[in-house]
């Protein structure tokens, strides 16, 4: 559960950001927000929740 906040956290303010400097409309934003509920409602969706929590275990993994 707070893998899935922090990541929904951080695209929305990657998202913010690039409305704000790289000229992104609003109507960009809420094009992309409705494909993201259309696509977490296909049968793809574990298959991505799976990618992104195995990219997480491998970041969280590195050691500096």
């Not at 951080?10 to 409305?19: H, M, N, Q, S, Y």
């Not at 298959?47 to 050691?63: D, P, T, V």
């Amino acid at each position: 559960m707070i893998l899935s906040i922090s990541g929904v956290v951080l695209l929305g303010v990657i998202v913010f950001l690039f409305c704000r400097k790289d000229g992104l409309k609003a109507s960009h934003c809420f094009v992309c927000a409705l494909f993201g509920f259309y696509l977490a409602s296909t049968a793809i969706a574990p298959s991505i929740k799976a990618g992104g929590e195995s990219l997480a275990s491998i970041l969280g993994g590195i050691k500096f």
